[in-house]
Each structure stands twice: as structure tokens, then as C-alpha cells.
């Protein structure tokens, strides 16, 4: 830290350890209050306080005594991906997809319950919402959505399922906790996620993630169909190669390394 900007009387000192117990929760593992003051380089006392007010905005969880972050400390990093970050990245890809596919495509980052677009190349509108950036989805009906709930961790993802309404938006959505658990764990395995009609009648969708340096999900990117025109296995042996040789150039473009696809 600059000490210039220390002495200048601007530097908020409680921020800064804020976002240093937040980046001390950033493991893959929940973390005693000792734990996280050791990473955080801060006091125990110091610390707990950080913690319990972050557990109190909703930032962060605590079971057993141990602590971690909830989804919704993903809010913190919207902005960025919203700016010049992803969105800008992705773009030629997205486009060079859609071109080759003649199928629209987005990528959505997970707020919440909810999935927000970040970026978007249309063919022809195929829904009866109309899709934009910065438009909203429930994230359970979607296959980005699926893809983003899958890669959460267990904890993470129980607790945002804990607060999930699922309310058939369509004939064939899932509707129960089991259900939706049982297909976040294959897509999770396999890597991609297919709906079939469930956000909206007549719209099947395919989506695959895009991961950080640490192999995170950060986001997702996905092609929609027209039901009556291409079919669940049409998708699998036509589209979903593409769409995963997308996700790995994005990734490679932000800098990931080595695309896993």
C-alpha cells in the first residue's frame, strides 16, 4: 500500500481489512475466526468483527464455527465483469459462434437466485421475453443458471438452494429440491448443461463455464434452439462441441492458461 495515499488522509483503513478478511475466506474450505486472522494478517478480536458483519449483510455464512463466503459476495465482482472485463473479452467469440452455429448466444454471470446477461449476439428472437444485456432469469430454469449453481461449492450452493422458490415457469420445469440437486450434480460432472423447455415451451438452451485461474466458475456462455427445429440430440452432436471450444477460448483470452475443453 502507498503510504503517500496513507498519509494522504483517504485511505479508509476498515475497508482495507474488509476486503482482507474477504480475500481470506476466498479458499476452498470454510475457516475458523483463528484461520482467517492468520490470513488475513489482522487480530482475532479484529477479525471477528469483520467476520459477524459480513455474516450479517450476507456475505458470509457460518456452520460448526467455521465461516465461508455466500454467493452473494459475487455482487462485489459484477461491476467488473460488467465492464471491461469479460463482456469485452467474449464478444468476438460470441460472434464468431453464432456465425458458425446461426444460433443465438449470451453469457450470464450469477447474482443471487438470478442469472444476469453480460453479453449477448442474437440470430432471430426465439423467446417471448426479450433478452438484452442486463436482462434477469431465475437461475434454476436456465442452463446458465445450471452451470453457475453447479460450480459452486456444496456449501455455497445449499444455501442459495435454501432460498429458491421453484415455480414452474413452463410444463416441463423441475419443480422440487431433489430433482434440481440431482441435475446440478450431472452437469457438474459432465461438464454442460441442456434444458429443455423448462425456462419457456418451445425453447431448448445449452450451456457450458467459463472458469477463473483457479478453476472457478465465473460465468457461463450458451446457445438457444428453437424446439421444433433442433432436437436435444442434434444439440449434443452439433452444438455442444463449439460451444465448449468457445468456452475455452474465452477463458484462454482472460487469461486462464490452457483451455480444459
Known amino acids: 500500500m502507498s503510504e503517500t495515499i496513507a498519509a494522504s488522509g483517504h485511505f479508509v483503513q476498515s475497508l482495507s481489512r474488509g476486503l482482507a478478511v474477504i ?48 454467493p452473494r459476495v459475487l455482487e462485489l465482482g459484477f461491476a467488473y465483469l460488467s465492464s471491461l472485463g469479460l463482456p469485452d473479452v467474449a ?39 426479450v433478452i438484452s444485456v442486463g436482462t434477469r432469469l431465475p437461475a434454476y430454469a436456465t442452463s446458465m443458471g445450471r452451470v453457475l449453481l453447479a460450480g459452486l461449492d456444496p456449501q455455497e450452493r445449499a444455501a442459495l438452494l435454501d432460498q429458491l422458490e421453484l415455480v414452474p415457469l413452463a410444463h416441463e420445469t423441475i419443480t422440487t429440491r431433489a430433482q434440481l440437486e440431482a441435475e446440478l450434480e450431472r452437469v457438474r460432472e459432465q461438464g454442460y448443461a441442456i434444458v429443455d423447455q423448462e425456462l419457456e415451451s418451445g425453447l431448448r438452451s445449452v450451456a457450458a463455464p467459463i472458469r477463473d485461474r483457479r478453476r472457478r466458475v465465473v460465468a457461463a456462455v450458451n446457445l438457444a434452439v428453437q424446439a421444433a427445429q433442433v432436437s436435444v440430440e442434434e444439440i449434443r452432436r452439433s452444438l455442444l462441441g463449439p460451444l465448449l471450444s468457445t468456452a475455452g477460448a474465452i477463458e484462454h483470452d482472460l487469461g486462464v492458461g490452457a483451455s480444459p475443453h
Open 23 to 70: 480475500r481470506a475466506l476466498d479458499g476452498p474450505e470454510p475457516m475458523t475466526l483463528s484461520d482467517v486472522a492468520r490470513a488475513s494478517e489482522l487480530s482475532r478480536a479484529t477479525s471477528r468483527r469483520f467476520v459477524l458483519t459480513l455474516e450479517q449483510l450476507g456475505y458470509v455464512q457460518q456452520s460448526g464455527g467455521r465461516f465461508a463466503l455466500t
Open 91 to 129: 464478444q468476438p467469440h460470441l460472434e464468431r459462434l453464432v456465425e458458425q452455429v446461426r444460433e443465438s448466444s449470451s453469457i450470464s454471470v450469477l447474482d443471487g437466485e438470478s442469472v444476469v446477461y453480460v453479453a449477448r449476439v442474437p440470430t432471430r428472437r426465439i423467446m417471448n421475453v
